[in-house]
C-alpha cells in the first residue's frame, strides 16, 4: 500500500516500481520507540494525631527522558484530587501521586498512607471528699488509662486559687472543684475528669449557763449547759473541765467548788467545737457576832439590857439577828430586855 501504520520501532522501506518497464526506486523510514517511564514518590506515611490536625506529603518525580515535562496528579478519600507536588491533607487514607511526563505520555504512580491516632486516654479524678474541722486535708486519687499501645500518660491537675500540680494524686487542704487531664503524650490526646472537695466547718455553740454562788446554806450549784448547731447532720458531745481536774460528759452538771467550769462543745460529724465558761463563786464570809457584857439582875435590879451587835466584811451583808434564851425565850432584835 502507498500507506502503512505500524507499531514496532524499525526502519521501514518503500519500494516503488514502474510496472511499464520495470524500473524502482527505494527510500527509507525510521520508526524509534520512547517508553522512558519517570519515577514517582509519594513520601513517607504519616500519621494525624489529637495535636497533629493535618499532613504534608512530599510528593516527587523524575525522568531520565531530557524532553521530560512531568506533572503531578493526586487522588486521595472521599474523591480528594490535586496537581501539585507535594500537598498538605487533614483526612486519613491511601494517598496516590501519578507522575506523568507530558513528553512521551508515560507515567509512574506511588502511594503513601496517612492513618489516624485519636484514641483518647481516660480521666479519674477520684471520689469527691469533705474538709472538715479534724480532716484538714484530703488526698484525691486520680488515675488515666488508655487503649493505645503507645500511651505516654502525663497528669496535670487545676484548682482554686491557682492551683496546679503534675502528679497522678494530690493532697489538698482547700475546698473547691479540681480537675484532673490526662494527656496521652504520644498522640496530645487528652481527657478531663473533675472532684469537688467540699468544706464543713461549721462549728456549733456552746453555752456554759449563768455563774453561780456557792454559800453556807447553797453547798452545790447546777449549771444548765446546753449546744446546738444549724449542721443539719450534727451530733453533739458535751465535755466538761473544772477545778482540781474536774470533768464530766453531760450537757448539765451539778458542782460543789468554786471555779470556772468550761464546757466544751463538739459535734461529732465534722470534728467541730465551741468553748464556753461559767465561774463558781463562794461565798462562806461569816459574819461576827457580841451578846454583849454579862449582866446580873437583882432584887433591885428586876431587868438587864443585852447590847447584841453583829458585824461583816462582806459588803453585800444583810444581818439578821435571833436570840434564844431559857424557858424558851426568843427574840428577833439586835439589843434585848
Excluded: H, Q, R
Excluded at 53 to 77: K, Q
Excluded at 143 to 156: E, I, R, V
Excluded at 209 to 232: I, R
Excluded at 283 to 299: F, I, Q, R
Amino acid at each position: 500500500t502507498e500507506d502503512i501504520t505500524v507499531s514496532e520501532a524499525g526502519t521501514y522501506t518503500l519500494t516503488v516500481t514502474d510496472n511499464d518497464n520495470g524500473c524502482s526506486a527505494m527510500s527509507s523510514a525510521d520508526v524509534t520507540e520512547d517508553e522512558n517511564s519517570p519515577t514517582a514518590d509519594a513520601g513517607l506515611n504519616a500519621e494525624l494525631t489529637c495535636t497533629t490536625l493535618e499532613v504534608t506529603l512530599d510528593g516527587s518525580g523524575s525522568s531520565t527522558n531530557p524532553d521530560a515535562d512531568l506533572s503531578y496528579l493526586w487522588s486521595g478519600p472521599n474523591g480528594y484530587s490535586a496537581s501539585t507536588e507535594d500537598i498538605t491533607v487533614s483526612e486519613a487514607g491511601t494517598y496516590t501521586l501519578t507522575v506523568t511526563d507530558n513528553d512521551n505520555g508515560c507515567s509512574a504512580m506511588s502511594s503513601a498512607d496517612v492513618t489516624k491516632d485519636e484514641n483518647s486516654p481516660t480521666a479519674d479524678a477520684g471520689a469527691n471528699a469533705e474538709l472538715t474541722c479534724t480532716t484538714l486535708e484530703v488526698t484525691l486519687d486520680g488515675s488515666g488509662s488508655s487503649t493505645n499501645p503507645d500511651a505516654d500518660l502525663s497528669y496535670s491537675w487545676s484548682g482554686p486559687n491557682g492551683y496546679s500540680a503534675a502528679t497522678e494524686d494530690i493532697t489538698v487542704s482547700e475546698a473547691g472543684t479540681y480537675t484532673l487531664t490526662v494527656t496521652d503524650n504520644d498522640n496530645g490526646c487528652s481527657a478531663m475528669s473533675s472532684a469537688d472537695v467540699t468544706e464543713d466547718s461549721e462549728k456549733p455553740s456552746a453555752d456554759a449557763g449563768a455563774n453561780a454562788e456557792l454559800t453556807c446554806t447553797t453547798l452545790e450549784v447546777t449549771l444548765d449547759g446546753s449546744g446546738s448547731s444549724t449542721n443539719p447532720d450534727a451530733d453533739l458531745s458535751y465535755s466538761w473541765s473544772g477545778p482540781n481536774g474536774y470533768s464530766a460528759a453531760t450537757e448539765d452538771i451539778t458542782v460543789s467548788e468554786a471555779g470556772t467550769y468550761t464546757l466544751t462543745v463538739t459535734d461529732n460529724d465534722n470534728g467541730c467545737s465551741a468553748m464556753s465558761s461559767a465561774d463558781v463563786t463562794e461565798d462562806s464570809e461569816k459574819p461576827s457576832a457580841d451578846a454583849g457584857a454579862n449582866a446580873e439582875l437583882t432584887c433591885t435590879t428586876l431587868e438587864v439590857t443585852l447590847d447584841g451587835s453583829g458585824s461583816s466584811t462582806n459588803p453585800d451583808a444583810d444581818l439578821s439577828y435571833t436570840w434564844s434564851g431559857p424557858n424558851g425565850y426568843s427574840a428577833a432584835t439586835e439589843d434585848i430586855t
